[in-house]
Nanobody, 115 residues
């Protein structure tokens, strides 16, 4: 199973930017899907953005045009660039990997957007 470690969370003001990174313990070029999920207090975990091994991306409607997911197979990392942040983006963000049905999660990183 792939181990995932997130970094880059923090506190930012409305309109600001943050870049989250997820480092994988194994090569990622053959991981079918890597993604970022988030979970706010009292809410279900939801998909934010996903990228497959071909580089095809998928975004939640709420973040389209503001967030960009990318993967670097040479560095075994997946990143999430978050711009124009809003208070409703406040959540714990989790890195996700799915390799042929074997799912791995990171421990999460807190993102807090102040109004």
């Amino acid at each position: 199973q792939v181990q995932l470690v997130e970094s880059g969370g923090g506190l930012v003001q409305t309109g600001g930017s943050l870049r989250l990174s997820c480092a994988a313990s194994q090569i990622i070029f053959n991981i079918n899907t890597m993604a970022w999920y988030r979970q706010a207090p009292g809410s279900k975990r939801e998909l934010v953005a996903a990228i497959d091994s071909s580089g095809v991306t998928n975004y939640a409607d709420s973040v389209k045009g503001r967030f960009t997911i990318s993967r670097d197979s040479a560095k075994n990392t997946v990143s999430l660039q978050m711009n124009s942040l809003k208070p409703e983006d406040t959540a714990v963000y989790y890195c996700y990997a799915n390799r042929w049905g074997s799912v791995s999660w990171g421990q999460g990183t807190q993102v807090t957007v102040s109004s």
